[in-house]
């Protein structure tokens, strides 16, 4: 159980183009989903919170109108990224959250995607 | 402010015991994760801390100190798939998780 998936795991996009990542939680009802950003050896920065049928809460820094977050289902959200630049190349985590039990015990666990590498030419 | 603070990087060898230190301050806290994450993989849970006291997983155990805001991850037999970065996190008042910058462990044979 608690499975979560991220689609494409890499894409490769042009400078200026919009690229749009999947994130599915396959076995639950994920009530909250979290974006996050690594950078290489550098620890996941979250970029913000979605929950179903409401606005994402970014995190200061991040760019709202650049970083399109929907979460339109209770088993999907998905991260847009418009008008990519290079400087936005980074694996970027989607992880998703069952509730205040989790699913094992654990409070509020994360359950993570296996995570997308984006690299903007 | 909120902070974590663990080692960047440690080298152990195959078969020995390694512990990996974390300190925390987090306005509120809500218990202490372990994550292990090999390199271009996403975070895999090992173990959540909320109250004192150590809790044994097999060859992984993790401590947990609230009065000294610490933790560490203790690791046993070493074994090379062991290589990875290990990602220390505390839950605050609101849940949400405050990560470390995660400590890269070099297993040697």
């Known amino acids: 159980g608690a499975v979560v998936s991220q689609h494409p795991s890499w894409v490769i996009c042009k400078s200026g183009t919009s690229v749009k990542i999947e994130c599915r939680s396959l076995?639950?009802?994920?009530?909250?989903m979290f974006w996050y950003r690594q950078f290489p050896k550098q620890s996941l920065m979250l970029m913000a919170t979605s929950n179903e049928g409401s606005k994402a809460t970014y995190e200061q820094g991040v760019e709202k109108d650049k970083f399109l977050i929907n979460h339109a289902s209770l088993t999907l959200s998905t991260l847009t990224v418009t008008s990519a630049h290079p400087e936005d190349s980074s694996f970027y985590i989607c992880?998703?959250?069952?509730?205040?039990?989790?699913?094992?015990?654990?409070?509020?666990?994360?359950?993570f995607g296996p995570g997308t590498r984006l690299t903007v030419t | 402010g909120q902070n974590i603070d663990q080692p960047t990087e440690m080298t152990a060898t195959e078969g020995a015991i390694v512990q990996i230190n974390c300190t925390y301050q987090?306005?509120?806290?809500?218990?202490l994760f372990w994550y292990q994450q090999h390199a271009g993989e996403a975070p895999t849970f090992l173990s959540y801390?909320?109250l004192d006291g150590l809790e044994e997983k097999g060859r992984f155990s993790s401590f947990l100190s609230r009065s000294k805001g610490y933790s560490y991850l203790l690791l046993k037999e070493l074994q090379m798939k062991d290589s990875a970065s290990y990602l220390c996190a505390a839950m605050d008042s609101n849940y949400q998780l405050i990560w470390g910058a995660g400590t890269k462990l070099i297993i040697k044979p």
């Open positions: 992880s998703a959250r069952a509730g205040v039990e989790g699913l094992a015990g654990v409070p509020y666990e994360q359950y």
């Open positions: 801390n909320v």
């Open positions: 987090t306005s509120g806290f809500n218990g």
């Open positions: 076995d639950f009802q994920a009530t909250t």
